[in-house]
């Protein structure tokens, strides 16, 4: 069979999710060339599900495992990767996602427009409810790091682009999403999963080790894709590998279990520690880019722990800050905002500025609350946080400052 030059492979590790479904028909339904898609889907399920008209489509390579026998997300995403054959590109997601009408063409469009020859077009996609198909945004985000766990892996956040509107082209990214992830399909067989990385840890991995092989990052600078975040309704992992199925011998290992052992192995990757019992093989850096070179991208200090304040900010990469900067000690702040009673918006902007008005953290309420629970860090003094609703109309209205 001969591969289109605009084919696609769409990536999709799914467990015991009632949303695969409707993810790939409206994957499908959107592309403006459906007939250059091609699916391989790790099935992770029970007895009940079915995979409806797909189950005997030639474009679909099936990997069946019964949810018992799962051994994590990134063992899923690693088995996926071998059944690439060839396809010009890639596409990476979750199993609970809407599309843009044309999103393959789009994708393909953004990928020309970054000027590299070895982009990736990735972010936190918008969000969704399945009930309805409800999209609720069309604003892209950016992903910015918001600290470093106990563990050794980041939390990132979403926040929107700035002056997204006027944007014509992806913006520069330090770090990319596993369930929105859009490049070359070679990057199947450059970068090989480490199947022993369980969940919490995936993007970061991702990150460093793609970009060290060559990999530019960009996240797009309009909305494409869209997620389910609150993952209700759905089964999880975690839930599923517990102490109760280990003692009755459903299943064979405890999720923290693997999580602990997972992310040993990330610190070991990411010199954050060393271990000399891990040998990571395949599955280390490349050798295109350094780790230094990340991190002095990325601002990023592994071994400390730190992260630069204007990664923290979300100030778009590189940041090449040869100073020693991580000797600064950014300061966690907390707050709980009552927030104005508010009908008939589209969403809430509230943040939290310094005294000169730049803005150190932003949340977008997509649903009202009356009180919101707001922790930042920053090497900057807060000053005051804002409350702008935007109304139906996509008109600022009301906005009120207030000092902390």
């Known amino acids: 069979m001969s591969i289109s030059n605009d084919s696609i492979f769409v ?12 993810t790939i028909r409206d994957c499908i339904a959107k592309a403006k060339h459906p007939e250059n898609l091609t699916f391989g889907i790790h099935w992770q399920r029970d007895e009940t599900e079915s995979l409806g008209e797909f189950a005997n489509d030639s474009r ?33 997601l979750d199993s609970h996602h809407r599309f843009l009408q044309n999103w393959d063409e789009e994708l393909i469009e953004m990928m020309r427009l970054t000027g590299s020859s070895k982009p990736i077009i990735t972010s936190y996609a918008g969000m969704y409810k399945p009930a309805g198909n409800i999209l609720l945004n069309k604003e892209p985000y950016l992903m910015i790091a918001s600290e470093f766990t106990s563990g050794g ?8 682009i700035p002056n997204w509107q006027n944007l014509t082209k992806p913006i520069p990214a330090r770090f990319v999403s596993g369930h929105f992830f859009f490049t070359l399909g070679r990057h199947c067989e450059e970068y090989k999963y480490d199947p022993n990385i369980y969940f919490a840890g995936d993007e970061i991995s991702l990150s460093i080790r793609s970009y060290t092989l060559g990999y530019d990052l ?10 389910e975040y609150t993952r209700e309704g759905r089964t999880k992992h975690w839930t599923d590998f517990n102490e109760q199925n280990l003692n009755s011998g459903v299943v064979d290992n405890v999720w923290w279990k693997m999580d602990e052992q997972s992310k040993r192995r990330l610190r070991h990757m990411l010199q954050e520690e060393y271990h ?7 599955y280390g850096l490349g050798m295109v880019r350094t780790h230094r070179e990340y991190e002095l991208y990325a601002g990023i200090d592994f071994r ?5 304040p204007y990664t923290l900010e979300g100030k778009f990469p590189p940041i090449n800050d040869t100073s020693p900067w991580y000797e600064i000690e950014p300061q966690t702040y907390e707050y709980e905002l009552n927030i104005p009673h508010t009908e008939n918006f589209k969403f809430i902007y509230i943040g939290i500025e310094d005294k000169s ?6 949340t977008d309420l997509q649903t009202y609350t009356k009180k919101l629970n707001v922790k930042l860090t920053t090497t900057e003094i807060p000053y005051k946080w804002v409350y702008w609703p935007v109304n139906t109309n996509n008109e600022w209205v009301n906005r009120m400052d207030t000092l902390l």
Request: net charge positive.
């Open 153 to 160: 892996t980041i939390l990132f956040r979403p926040y929107i």
């Open 218 to 227: 960009f996240h797009p600078h309009k909305t494409v894709i869209w997620h």
């Open 276 to 282: 000399s019992d891990i040998d990571l093989g395949t």
């Open 304 to 308: 400390n722990r730190k992260l630069h």
């Open 60 to 92: 679909f390579k099936i990997i069946d495992t019964y949810w018992s026998k799962s051994k994590g997300l990134c063992w899923a995403r690693s088995l996926i990767q071998k059944l690439w054959n060839g396809e010009e590109y890639t596409l990476q």
């Open 11 to 22: 990536q999709i590790a799914a467990y015991r999710d009632p949303e695969l479904l409707p």
């Open 357 to 362: 008005g730049k803005v150190l953290h932003r």
